[in-house]
């Protein structure tokens, strides 16, 4: 068979149609004036990212790898040791933050896969019933605060904008990972995350790089996504021991380093979460002998949980470590303002929820001061150092249920798949998820991560998402699996 030659293509035989043509015309002219007017390099750049829009819309995968790989590695504070990547969670011009912009861009492209391949879309179960109290919650609280005249328009738009991790996440992560294998290359790839996250809070401890908190010095991570996704992989490891599920020398060396990395951390909610939750997993991992003491296991997580509830235990403390962990102790709750801060804020938001425990006060809508506060701070009047109390406070008792409804799911999702699924490796995650959902309200219980935090939401909803993976293989449920 001959092959035709270019030369026998006459100009006139290729025919493009008018659609194509405008497209460029009007791309060459956004470009030549977006040089003039912002410079040739932004112009460049701006083109650069459209042809990665355009590229990520038609790869799905891509898409999400890229928008969960933006949440865990860039942190959202100034104080880290890149303060470029806080621009990454700054509202544009069009209110919505780059990060938010490119959640919705791996949405449309795993929407636009479904319709192309005619696959369907796929459900979030077992989810959906605590979802669906989320949404409502969020609705109502919304009503309540915008017709009672004193929600804050900006900060509406900044609750959705944390709490929509919780619906866009597990969304994203379902429609991706669709196979076994799939889920176990992403769970063999957490190790890898947690090393490169763990050196790169070495680098800006060590290499001065970070701001220096108060009574602090230099700290790891500050901001809960990292902390919570570092007692995951512990949890995770842990789990693969006793159950003897083989692990990767590169996973087992990166235990210290995180233990490390933890330790140099500000969190020490965290901390206690991490002993509480270990110890709660290595009983349930191991023999139904040591399970007997379970009883007293729940006891001492339960005490646990009270001196974070009433030790304000996120507050600062001397920089060397030995006086962090001396700092966990109640007494010393007196000698720091941001400790006092929190009990004086408990007292005024519960004063608050007094008059209102039915509806809470609304989304948006400030809590009033009646107890006076160590100090003040913008959109603080937003926020609650306690979970459940943040839910309450935003949409009542619907706002409650919503919160207890999605952790709940957690836990029980996690022990089920733990129980049931036939992959070692998957059984081992589902129950790192289950017992750190435990140590999730342990630590929310000194402050307000779901919903309030995005990149901590995030990571808790990436662990729905997988878990709803997990879900999808369980022997009762492989006749129905997409």
């Not at 038609?58 to 999400?64: D, I, N």
């Not at 235990?255 to 997993?281: D, E, H, K, Q, T």
């Not at 150092?385 to 952790?407: N, T």
């Not at 779901?450 to 009762?476: C, F, H, I, N």
């Amino acid at each position: 068979m001959a092959t035709p030659s270019l030369t026998a293509v006459r100009p006139g035989d290729v025919r493009v149609g008018p659609l194509p043509v405008l497209l460029a015309g009007a791309l060459a002219v956004g470009f030549v004036g977006a040089a003039v007017v912002a410079g040739p390099l932004l112009a460049v750049l701006g083109l650069v990212a459209l042809a990665a829009a355009v590229f990520l819309l038609g790869h799905p995968g891509w898409a999400v790898a890229v928008t969960v790989g933006v949440l865990i590695g860039a942190e959202a504070t100034r104080e880290w040791g890149v303060p470029a990547f806080e621009t990454l969670y700054t509202p544009t011009a069009v209110t919505l933050s780059p990060v938010n912009l490119l959640t919705l861009l791996a949405v449309a492209a795993v929407v636009l896969d479904g319709i192309r391949r005619e696959v369907g879309f796929r459900g979030v179960a077992p989810f959906g019933l605590a979802l669906g109290l989320v949404a409502a919650a969020l609705v109502f609280g919304t009503l309540y605060g915008v017709l009672g005249g004193k929600a804050i328009p900006y900060t509406i738009v900044s609750t959705i904008q944390t709490t929509a991790p919780l619906f866009t996440m597990p969304f994203l992560v379902v429609h991706v990972v669709r196979t076994d294998e799939q889920l176990r290359r992403v769970l063999r790839a957490i190790p890898v995350i947690a090393l490169v996250k763990a050196l790169a809070g070495f680098v800006v401890v060590f290499g001065g790089l970070g701001a220096v908190s108060t009574g602090l010095g230099r700290i790891t991570y500050y901001e809960p996504a990292t902390n919570y996704l570092f007692v995951l992989f512990l949890l995770g490891m842990l789990a693969a021991t006793l159950a003897g599920v083989p692990t990767s020398r590169l996973a087992r060396l990166t235990v210290p380093v995180v233990v490390a990395c933890m330790v140099l951390s500000y969190r020490r909610s965290f901390w206690l979460a991490a002993i509480a939750c270990l110890l709660v997993l290595l009983l349930l991992g191991s023999g139904r002998e040591l399970r007997r003491l379970l009883p007293v296991v729940v006891v001492l997580v339960g005490l646990t949980g009270y001196a974070a509830f009433t030790g304000g235990l996120l507050g600062g403390s001397d920089s060397e470590v030995v006086q962090r962990a001396q700092s966990l102790s109640p007494q010393k709750v007196s000698r720091n303002d941001q400790d006092r801060y929190r009990l004086s804020e408990r007292r005024n938001v519960l004063l608050a929820l007094e008059r209102e425990p039915l509806t809470g006060i609304g989304v948006g809508v400030d809590w009033p001061t009646r107890y006076p506060l160590p100090f003040e701070g913008q959109d603080l009047h937003q926020y609650a150092h306690f979970g459940l109390l943040w839910w309450w406070m935003k949409a009542g008792v619907l706002g409650g249920l919503a919160y207890l409804a999605v952790l709940g799911s957690v836990l029980w999702t996690g022990l089920r798949v733990w129980r049931r699924h036939g992959d070692p490796l998957v059984r081992c995650a589902a129950l790192a998820a289950a017992v750190g959902a435990i140590g999730f309200v342990i630590v929310e219980l000194a402050a307000s991560i779901m919903g309030s935090d995005e990149r901590g939401t995030a990571v808790l909803a990436l662990s729905m998402g997988l878990l709803a993976v997990a879900y999808r293989g369980l022997p009762s449920r492989a006749g129905s699996a997409a």
